[in-house]
């Protein structure tokens, strides 16, 4: 999948030791021009793709990227990792977006973080 948008932060770069050496992450938030409301999404860049990517703060940007799930004690992570940074020209019209398949227009615009007391459908 791949978006447009702009770089509206750079969160700090983290670090960590694994089992197979150290690993860096580089997240940052993108905001898209989607109607009257802009939407932001946050990528994360793994290794030398932050290098490669070289961001900045407000510059447009395509961003190439998987979206990943994974479990962890009985609840479900989701994240966008960034595989491409390309930097568009300054010539670039408004930032669009398109991914495969279409995110409907009543999606909700924002997950919320709190636990649920309660998850039964009825």
């Excluded at 510059?59 to 992570?77: G, H, I, P, Q």
């Excluded at 019209?93 to 009543?106: E, G, I, K, L, M």
Aim: charged share 25%.
């Amino acid at each position: 999948m791949e978006i447009i948008g702009r770089v509206a932060q750079l969160l700090p770069l983290v670090t960590g030791q694994g089992k197979n050496g150290e690993w860096r992450k580089q997240e940052f938030i993108i905001e898209i021009a989607d109607g009257q409301f802009p939407k932001k999404v946050c990528f994360s860049l793994w290794g030398d793709k932050i290098d490669q990517a070289g961001l900045s703060l407000n510059e447009t940007v395509k961003v190439f990227f998987d979206l990943e799930s994974r479990e962890y004690n009985a609840r479900w992570f989701t994240e966008a990792r960034a595989w491409k940074v390309e930097k568009q020209g300054a010539t670039a019209s408004a930032p669009t977006h398109t991914s495969s398949p279409q995110v409907p227009n009543d999606a909700p615009a924002s997950f919320n973080a709190a636990p649920v007391e309660d998850d039964l459908p009825f």
